[in-house]
Nanobody
Framework: HVQLVESGGGLVQPGGSLSLSCAAS????????MGWYRQAPGKEREFVST???????SYADSVKGRFTISQDNAKSTVYLQMSSLKSEDTALYYC????????WGQGTQVTVS
């Protein structure tokens, strides 16, 4: 049984930083890609960043240079370090397996205001 639990969200002022974590359990070696996605009020869910098992990383243009994704395979945890936050980063942030085609967590709220 795969379970993803996000944490680390909160309220931060513009220009501030937050670090999100996604603790995964039940993940098999076949999960090659973990990713972060977000959904703002009234908008569709969008891609933020992914990290592959071999270390390859990709970012959405809107967060490139401000967000950093990393993983700790030993702890089955994926992190998203967010800095220089903007009001438009306000959203519910989810982590997901298999580049968004697998399992999803419940999300953690990030509010920049």
């Amino acid at each position: 049984h795969v379970q993803l639990v996000e944490s680390g969200g909160g309220l931060v002022q513009p220009g501030g930083s937050l670090s999100l974590s996604c603790a995964a359990s039940g993940i098999t070696d076949s999960t090659l890609c973990m990713g972060w996605y977000r959904q703002a009020p009234g908008k569709e869910r969008e891609f933020v960043s992914t990290i592959f098992h071999d270390g390859r990383i990709s970012y959405a243009d809107s967060v490139k240079g401000r967000f950093t994704i990393s993983q700790d395979n030993a702890k089955s945890t994926v992190y998203l370090q967010m800095s220089s936050l903007k009001s438009e980063d306000t959203a519910l942030y989810y982590c997901a397996t298999d580049c968004g085609t697998g399992y999803w967590g419940q999300g953690t709220q990030v509010t920049v205001s």
